[in-house]
C-alpha cells in the first residue's frame, strides 16, 4: 500500500509534519497548524471556529484520518507501465496502515425469560466515553467497570420469544372453525417454518412471515473489549441532569493511574451464553497502559478552558519516564507527574506497554522512531493476526458446534503488542486548532465552549 502523492492524504501529511514541529522546536515561538486546518478543505469552518469540545475535534481529526486511509488501496500492477510508475521505495508502506487508537468491543443481548442469546456482535473504536458514577469521587477503574457492567433491559425485543409467539399464533389459527384448506395449508407450513427455525436457529430468516412482538420481560446486555488498542482515548462525559432539568457539568474528582491493566474489562478465550453471567471472565494476563497525556477541563459547563498534559519526547522519538509538559495556548510549563495525576480529567491518552521487560517504550519496541517507520520508508508492518472471538450464530451452535453454557474458544482474543508512532497522541498538545498561536493569554485564559 502507497500513496503516490501528500494530496492523497492532506490530513495525514499535515498532522505528521506539525507532530515533527512540536517534537522538535527550532525556537521558542509557538505554533500555529495552519496547515492542518487548511487540510480539511471545505470542512475546515468547523475548526476554523474561536472554539472547539476538545473530544469533538478529536472526533473529526480521527474520522479524517480514518477517511483517508480507507482512500489509500493498494496498487494494481497490471504491466511495465504500472512498474514504471511505482513511486520510489521511500514512498512506500508495507501491510495495512490503521490507526492506533483503533479496538474492537464485543456486546452480548440475551433474554433471561428463554435465556436465548443473540450473535455476540463486534463494533470497532477508536475511544470509549465513560459515565462517571454519582459520587463526589471515583476512579477511572469504577468507571471502567460501569462501561462493562452487565445491564438490565426491559422490554427488549427477543427472537426466540417472537418465535414463540408467531408460533402459538399460527397453531391457534389452523385450528380455526371454518378456515379454507388452501389458507390452513399455508398456515400450517408456516408454523412448520417457525417450529424449525426454533428447534435449529431462531436466527434464520422467515420471509413471507409476519413475525409477532414477543418481548422479553427482562434481557441484559454487555460490552467487553475483544481487541486492545496499541493507544487508548478514554472520555470521561461530564454533562449532568440537575433536577430541573438543567445541563451542568460533573465535577466529580475522578483520580486515575499512571499504570492501567485493562484486562478486568476485556473477553478471553472463554464466552458465555447465560443470560444472568457475564459474557467472559477476565483476560488472566494482564494488558498494560501507560498515561501519555491528559486533558482537563477548567469552567463550568456553559464555558472554560481546556489545558492539556503529555509526557516529554526525546529528540529520538522516545517518551521520557519523568519529564511532563502542562500546555495551555501559548504557555509550555514543565510539571512532575504528580502534579498530573492530581488533576481532574476530561479526556485520558494511554499507550500500551510491551510485554517484554526489558522494553521500555513503545519506540524502542518498533526498533527505530516513528518518523523512520512512517515518512523514510521502512513502513509499518503488522503484527500476526490474532483471531478475533468466534461469532454465534445463535443461542446453539458456535461455528456450526453445539454449544454448551460456557465454551473455551482456545484463543486469547487480545492482540499481541500492536504499537504504532508512539507520538500519535501527541495532537492533544494543540486541540483548538484555530487559535491565534503567538497570542499570549492571561489568566484565566479564554473560554472554551460547553462540555460535552
Not at 436457529?201 to 413471507?208: D, I, Q, R, V
Not at 498515561?291 to 489545558?307: A, M
Amino acid at each position: 500500500m502507497y500513496v503516490e502523492d501528500e494530496a492523497e492524504a492532506p490530513v495525514t501529511q499535515a498532522l505528521a509534519d506539525l507532530l515533527t514541529e512540536i517534537n522538535e522546536p527550532t525556537s521558542n515561538r509557538s505554533l500555529l497548524p495552519t496547515l492542518l486546518i487548511q487540510a480539511f478543505g471545505p470542512d475546515n469552518h468547523i475548526l476554523n471556529a474561536d472554539q472547539q469540545d476538545a473530544q469533538e475535534f478529536y472526533q473529526i481529526l480521527s474520522s479524517a484520518l480514518g477517511t483517508e486511509c480507507d482512500q489509500c488501496q493498494p496498487s494494481h500492477i497490471s504491466g511495465l507501465t504500472d512498474l514504471l510508475c511505482m513511486p520510489p521505495p521511500s514512498r512506500v508502506h508495507t501491510g495495512e496502515v490503521r490507526s492506533p487508537f483503533i479496538g474492537l468491543l464485543a456486546s452480548r443481548l440475551a433474554c433471561t425469560t428463554c435465556d436465548y442469546t443473540e450473535a455476540i456482535r463486534h463494533f470497532t473504536f477508536d475511544n470509549l466515553s465513560c459515565n462517571i458514577p454519582s459520587t463526589y469521587q471515583a476512579t477511572l477503574g469504577e468507571c471502567l467497570q460501569d462501561y462493562v457492567r452487565l445491564e438490565p433491559l426491559e422490554d427488549a425485543r427477543c427472537r426466540r420469544c417472537s418465535l414463540t409467539a408467531t408460533l402459538t399464533w399460527l397453531e391457534e389459527r389452523s385450528q380455526k372453525p371454518g378456515l379454507p384448506k388452501k389458507v390452513r395449508r399455508e398456515v400450517e407450513d408456516r408454523a412448520s417454518r417457525v417450529r424449525l427455525a426454533l428447534k435449529t436457529n431462531p436466527a434464520m430468516e422467515l420471509p413471507g412471515i409476519k413475525m409477532e412482538p414477543g418481548r422479553s420481560r427482562l434481557s441484559t446486555k454487555q460490552s467487553l473489549i475483544a481487541q486492545a488498542p496499541p493507544s487508548l482515548c478514554l472520555h470521561l462525559a461530564r454533562s449532568t441532569f440537575s433536577s430541573y432539568g438543567h445541563i451542568l457539568k460533573n465535577n466529580a474528582l475522578v483520580t486515575f493511574p499512571a499504570t492501567l491493566d485493562l484486562a478486568p474489562y476485556m473477553t478471553s478465550g472463554t464466552l458465555r451464553t447465560t443470560a444472568r453471567s457475564t459474557m467472559s471472565p477476565p483476560s488472566s494476563r494482564p494488558i498494560r497502559y501507560r498515561l501519555t497525556s491528559v486533558i482537563v477541563h477548567y469552567g463550568s459547563h456553559e464555558d472554560g478552558h481546556y489545558v492539556a498534559f503529555r509526557r516529554g519526547i526525546h529528540g529520538d522519538g522516545a517518551t521520557g519516564e519523568e519529564v511532563w509538559w502542562r500546555v495551555s495556548d501559548s504557555r509550555v510549563d514543565r510539571v512532575s507527574l504528580q502534579q498530573v495525576l492530581r488533576e481532574n480529567p476530561y479526556i485520558l491518552f494511554y499507550e500500551r506497554l510491551p510485554e517484554d521487560p526489558k522494553i521500555t517504550s513503545v519506540t524502542e519496541a518498533l526498533g527505530g522512531t516513528w518518523k523512520e517507520k512512517f515518512r523514510d520508508g521502512t513502513g509499518i508492518e503488522e503484527p500476526a493476526a490474532v483471531p478475533a472471538p468466534p461469532f454465534l450464530s445463535n443461542g446453539h451452535s458456535l461455528n456450526g458446534k453445539p454449544l454448551e453454557k460456557e465454551v473455551d474458544t482456545g484463543a486469547d482474543t487480545v492482540a499481541d503488542v500492536d504499537v504504532i508512532m508512539d507520538e500519535a497522541l501527541a495532537f492533544v498538545v494543540k486541540e483548538k486548532g484555530g487559535r491565534e498561536a503567538d497570542q499570549r493569554v492571561p489568566e484565566p485564559p479564554e473560554k472554551d465552549p460547553p462540555m460535552v
